[in-house]
């Protein structure tokens, strides 16, 4: 028997260092024969990290932007395990890669990251799953839907000032971490809008959802091999670590959730129907979804299973809460750094005789809108992306590279397999565009736009915050208002100040970009502020 054992192990183990010989092999002669082997780029600092641990260390993009500088639009550089990585400013190269979606796709290991969390909806699918997951979707995030939700966000934003209120009440003021504020606030709206569905953040406790949400989402603040490993090479993803215990656990809790929500909406559309009304119970995402996809008009064939419209729960609450909330912390944070800007837009909103705005009241305050738009381009909450390219293809260019042998090149040969780098935030400081003073908060900048800005392949305000092309954002409109009314309450009612140094405060990634005590990275992510209630002259 034990022999019988050990000539199993010994052939699994020989067919395993056949694989590995195999796959280094092939590594190894597609970076020698790589289309990418004479674009320039900084020199790979370690063997196994390649330029992963700089980048890590350095706040994502800044660093890019750096090589930028250095290299030109169009650059290379390695990834773990020396990998070859292509990273672009070119606008033309971008758009290219965002409107082919059928050749830049979102790669294997980042489906798997995103997808062991949130399940298999619209953020993870690809191709044909992927349009007809979008197309019965897109309606329910229209400017007449979000139109209905503005309700709920400013009650959520109201109920969040009285949480504050309460806090300054003792001593006149009260330091406050607000991102843990925010995420409480947003995870309760997309409960409310996404599925009619009261966490109750605000108030006492975070339910297990919600203490579920916050493990899985909470950015780790040291650089962690294993998880990387785990992307990299699939057998690895077989040793469980604690984290894939606590999202595994997580997932349970949202399948168990989700799968009550479905019943319900499906419940309410039927008796809204019954009724003829349209109702607030079936004016959220999922009863919309639901809805779109028992309409009559729907060939059989484009109606989504059960398992696809519940695959959208996690998707939404992971896609639609802390993007929000980090959004608008960020805002809140810039607004400290520039009173004159927080007393300018606080006048503007004093102007408004309502503590209840609707949308299109929102949308009338030119400065407010200009606050958000400043936010959004400085600090995009998702500061890059990634694509795989899964054929061969051609990358046009705008901006001709010239090689490290002094070829000028018009366009790249891409081959499959090639990994991407989108960048986001560094396209939203451009300094092509914007001016030299690109990475600096003026909303003023707003006024009037600059022209060049309109290459830029984004599908809202010539940015790429919520990326562009058939897999942009979905919820960018959704988004945009719940930060209108969110700062609209909380401007009014409060002022803020930083409560430490602003050299202390640093950014951290993990899809989401959060903000960190660079001086105490222990406390997690936090963005703590000093908040005194207005007092009105
Ligand atoms: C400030 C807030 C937000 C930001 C910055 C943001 C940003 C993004 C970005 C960059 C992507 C593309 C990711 C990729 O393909 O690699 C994306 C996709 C997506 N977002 Fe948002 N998002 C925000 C809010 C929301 C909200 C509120 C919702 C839903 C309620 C939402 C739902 C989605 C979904 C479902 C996708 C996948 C779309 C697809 O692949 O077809 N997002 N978002």
Redesign the pocket.
């Known amino acids: 028997m034990q022999t019988v054992l050990l000539k199993v192990l010994g052939s699994a183990l020989s067919a395993l260092g056949a694989y590995g010989v195999y796959k280094l092999f092939k590594f190894v002669y597609g970076e020698l024969t790589s289309s990418l082997r004479y674009l320039p780029g900084p020199k790979s600092s370690s063997w196994i990290y390649g330029n992963f641990r700089e980048i890590f260390d350095a706040e994502n993009s800044v660093l890019h932007e750096q090589w930028v500088k250095e290299y030109g639009p169009t650059i290379k550089y390695r990834g773990l395990f020396g990998v070859t990585r292509l990273y672009t400013t070119d606008p033309k190269a971008l758009n290219h890669i965002l409107m082919h979606t059928d050749v830049y796709q979102?790669p294997e290991m980042t489906r798997h990251a995103l997808g062991r969390v949130l399940g298999e909806?619209?953020?993870i699918v690809e191709g044909e799953k992927?349009r007809r997951q979008?197309k019965i979707?897109n309606p329910a995030?229209g400017p007449i839907q979000v139109r209905d939700l503005t309700e709920i966000f400013v009650q959520k934003a109201i109920q969040l000032r009285d949480v504050w209120a309460a806090e300054t009440a003792k001593e006149g003021s009260a330091r406050i971490d607000v991102l843990s504020w925010l995420s409480r606030m947003t995870l309760d709206v997309?409960g409310l809008a996404?599925f009619n569905y009261m966490f109750d953040a605000l108030v006492g406790e975070p339910n297990e959802l919600n203490q579920a949400f916050s493990t899985i989402f909470q950015a780790s603040t040291k650089f962690e091999v294993f998880p990387l490993l785990q992307a990299f090479f699939p057998p690895f993803r077989l040793i469980k670590t604690q984290r894939d215990r606590q999202t595994e656990a997580a997932r349970e809790v949202m399948t168990r959730i989700g799968n009550q929500l479905l019943k319900s909406s499906k419940e309410a559309v039927v008796q809204a129907e019954k009724d003829h009304v349209n109702g607030l119970q079936s004016r959220n995402?999922l009863s919309l979804l639901v809805k779109a996809n028992t309409a009559a008009n729907i060939p059989d064939y484009q109606r989504l299973s059960d398992d696809d419209v519940l695959a959208?729960v996690p998707?939404?609450l992971g896609?639609?809460?802390e993007?929000?909330s980090?959004?608008t912390t960020w805002a809140l944070f810039a607004l400290t750094q520039s009173p004159e800007v927080q007393k300018k837009l606080r006048e503007e909103l004093f102007a408004v005789p309502t503590d209840t705005p609707t949308m299109d009241e929102l949308n009338a305050l030119p400065y407010l809108d200009a606050v958000v738009r400043e936010t959004?381009r400085v600090h995009?909450?998702?500061p890059s992306?990634?694509r795989v390219a899964v054929a061969d293809d051609v990358l046009p260019l705008s901006v001709p590279l010239t090689d490290l042998k002094g070829v000028t090149q018009q366009s790249v040969p891409i081959k499959k397999g090639q990994l991407f780098i989108?960048p986001?935030v560094a396209m939203n400081r451009l300094v092509s565009v914007w001016g030299e003073d690109a990475f600096e908060f003026k909303p003023e900048r707003w006024q009037s736009p600059p022209e060049a800005a309109s290459v830029v392949p984004g599908i809202w305000s010539n940015m790429m915050?919520?990326?562009g092309g058939?897999?942009?954002?979905?919820?960018?409109r959704?988004?945009i208002v719940?930060?209108k009314a969110l700062l609209f309450t909380l401007v009014r009612s409060f002022e803020f100040e930083l409560a430490v140094p602003s050299e202390e405060i640093g950014k951290i990634s993990s899809v989401v970009q959060r903000p960190i005590l660079k001086n105490d990275k222990e406390a997690g992510n936090v963005m703590p502020l000093i908040i005194k209630p207005y007092q009105r002259e």
């Open positions: 979102k909806g619209v953020l992927h979008r979707m995030f997309i996404g995402l959208q998707t939404f896609a639609g809460h993007t929000t980090t959004g959004m995009a909450p998702v992306t990634v989108v986001i915050t919520f990326l058939p897999r942009a954002c979905i919820g960018w959704f988004s719940e930060m």
